[in-house]
């Protein structure tokens, strides 16, 4: 099944573009900190010096080493981005398969607070429970972005799962005496894989961006380094107006890269799966 939903996809040149470019980030963050092994926290450089030969990326206001931050940085920004994939798929993915399945009250409990959370504005929550925390690591970050950020996927999942739920294949597994939980797993989850996958990129996408919008108003990780705490810096020491351009510009970049490969991703693999834009 996954030889037959994956060889499509590379004759998609968007789909080989975006998993390029992620790849090459991935691999930057994986190796990086381990080719360029200098401590990010450390400030043992010349304040604001441009790129040179001992700091590729120059250094910031108290002296550290700009390319170590940003290597570093890149990996805890992806770590923070699977995290969240991880806990939004799988709160979204158990909320909407049990809707599916058992119907009735417990489909109306489970959508009812499905709607609630949804109502409720997910990045004001997001700043509000961050800012009674004082000590905030990556992993809480992500436990804030994960827990607010599944309920769209909660709701597509239900919908997705209502339509298969009277195929004739699943009336046989009622048959043959299956139970609602081996149904999910054998019949009905496999058929949705694709639409999971993506959904789980786009998890990453988002967690990525809600760190680094939470860090930018400094609500983001007091422990490590971050894309968005790099940032953060910058824009606290106005590196911007004082034309500090190796303090802003490589984060950036290395954001917008990230979330454009992902995005591109899930368009490719969109038009790939989905028949109404493959007749097109």
């Not at 441009?50 to 931050?69: F, H, I, N, R």
């Not at 981005?81 to 398969?97: D, E, K, P, R």
């Amino acid at each position: 099944m996954w030889k037959e939903m994956i060889r499509p996809l590379f004759k998609s040149p968007k789909f080989i573009v975006g998993i390029t470019i992620f790849l090459l980030i991935v691999l930057m963050a994986i190796l990086g900190p381990i080719v360029y092994p200098k401590d990010p926290n450390s400030f043992a450089g010349m304040p604001e010096q441009p790129p040179s030969k001992q700091y590729p990326l120059g250094t910031d206001t108290y002296g550290g080493d700009l390319l170590a931050k940003v290597l570093n940085g890149t990996r805890s920004s992806l770590y923070i981005g699977f995290l969240v994939a991880i806990i939004s798929m799988s709160i979204g993915l158990l909320v909407g398969t049990f809707s599916a399945i058992k119907g009735g009250v417990v489909d109306d409990l489970l959508m009812g607070l499905t709607n609630i959370v949804l109502t409720i504005p997910s990045i004001l929550l997001a700043i509000l429970i961050a800012s009674y925390l004082k000590v905030r690591s990556l992993e809480v970050i992500a436990i804030i972005l994960g827990i607010l950020s599944w309920p769209w996927f909660a709701r597509a999942i239900r919908a997705q799962l209502m339509s298969l739920i009277n195929r004739e294949y699943v009336y046989l597994s009622r048959l043959a005496g299956y139970g609602d939980f081996r149904i999910a797993i054998e019949d009905l989850i496999p058929a949705i894989a694709t639409y999971t996958f993506m959904a789980f990129i786009l998890f990453i996408n988002g967690g990525i961006l809600g760190e680094a919008g939470l860090s930018l108003i400094g609500l983001g990780p007091t422990k490590g380094v971050t894309l968005g705490v790099v940032l953060q810096w910058a824009v606290l020491m106005e590196a911007i107006r004082r034309g500090l351009w190796w303090w802003f510009i490589p984060p950036g970049v290395i954001i917008v890269a990230l979330t454009s490969s992902l995005l591109i991703i899930t368009t490719a693999m969109d038009e790939v799966f989905n028949p109404k834009l493959r007749e097109r």
